[in-house]
């Protein structure tokens, strides 16, 4: 099914820790077409300030709602850190690529730098409904700046945190705690194994160095301005690998790590 621009209606809005927020939408339409790492492209208001739509993965689907986890950064994140339920919003999508999942997968790594663990949320539990066994990483500064994955749904997947002040699980970068788990993974090989990998781009092309090493397949989540979310103004154009120029917006923003240009 095509995107759409739909009406939907902000069921509940919580701030799950500082500036981070958790906000669930009525939208049949979005929930019945989205699929895991989609996103949707949100207008903060309803007159022309802010002008241009603003883009977020979807976080999750649960019968007609779809989540989006987003963090406060400027003017079109305040506003929606105000919504109330009730309130109707204006959303085009479900837009993007998606994640591309291989029907013989058995085990999935799931490596989301702060923000990043948006997409990797709805993946996880589509993964484990097709009972793939699922590891999630989840990489922050600190646990004061971030939130917490257990209330999250996500039974059935081994979470693995670290933050670089050790206020929460292994001290340090997740990359360093993936390449313990992948080391003590490799007695058994990485048949029907993918890393799906989304956040900084430095942590994203650790992850890739990892999954080159191994000969896992590994897939990024890539993120650029966007104006237009559709493929039209080229305002999200990349190069990657062969200088070829790709719209992160319609090809992306999921693309293979080789041929991402670090
Ligand atoms: C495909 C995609 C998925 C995303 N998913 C999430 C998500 O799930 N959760 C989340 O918290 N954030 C996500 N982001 C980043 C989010 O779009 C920006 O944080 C947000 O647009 C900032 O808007 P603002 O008005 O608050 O900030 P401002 O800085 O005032 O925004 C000004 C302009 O810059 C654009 N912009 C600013 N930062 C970014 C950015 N990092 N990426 C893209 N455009 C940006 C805005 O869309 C807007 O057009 C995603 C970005 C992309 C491209
Ligand atoms: S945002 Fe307009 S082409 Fe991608």
Request: glycine content about 10%; hydrophobic content about 40%; aromatic content about 10%.
């Amino acid at each position: 099914m095509k995107p759409d621009i739909v009406l939907a209606e902000v069921v509940s809005n919580t701030e799950l820790a500082s500036g981070i927020f958790l906000i669930k939408f009525e939208a049949p339409y979005l929930a019945e077409t989205a699929y895991p790492g989609s996103f949707v492209m949100v207008q903060p208001d309803n007159g022309t300030d802010p002008l241009l739509r603003r883009p977020f993965t979807l976080s999750g689907v649960s019968g007609n709602m779809v989540e989006v986890l987003f963090k406060v950064k400027g003017r079109g994140t305040d506003i929606m850190s105000k919504w109330e339920p009730c309130r109707i919003v204006n959303i085009l999508g479900p837009l993007g690529n998606g994640f591309s999942i291989s029907v013989d997968i058995k085990n999935a790594y799931l490596v989301g730098g702060g923000m990043g663990i948006a997409p990797l949320l709805f993946l996880a539990r589509y993964l484990v409904a097709r009972d793939v066994d699922v590891k999630i990483f989840f990489g922050a500064r600190s646990v004061s700046e971030s939130i917490t994955l257990e209330d999250l749904n996500l039974d059935r997947c081994d979470l693995y945190y670290s933050t670089e002040d050790g206020s929460k699980g292994y001290e340090g970068f997740i990359t360093e705690q993936l390449n313990n788990i992948l080391k003590s993974d490799s007695v058994n090989g990485f048949l029907n194994s993918s890393i799906f990998c989304c956040g900084p781009l430095k942590m994203s092309e650790k992850v890739s160095e990892y999954a080159l090493s191994l000969n896992i397949l590994c897939q990024v989540a890539i993120e650029e301005k966007m104006a237009c979310g559709v493929g039209a103004c080229l305002g999200c154009v990349t190069c990657t690998k062969g200088d070829k120029y790709k719209r992160v917006c319609v090809d992306g923003p999921i693309f293979i790590n080789t041929d991402i240009v670090w």
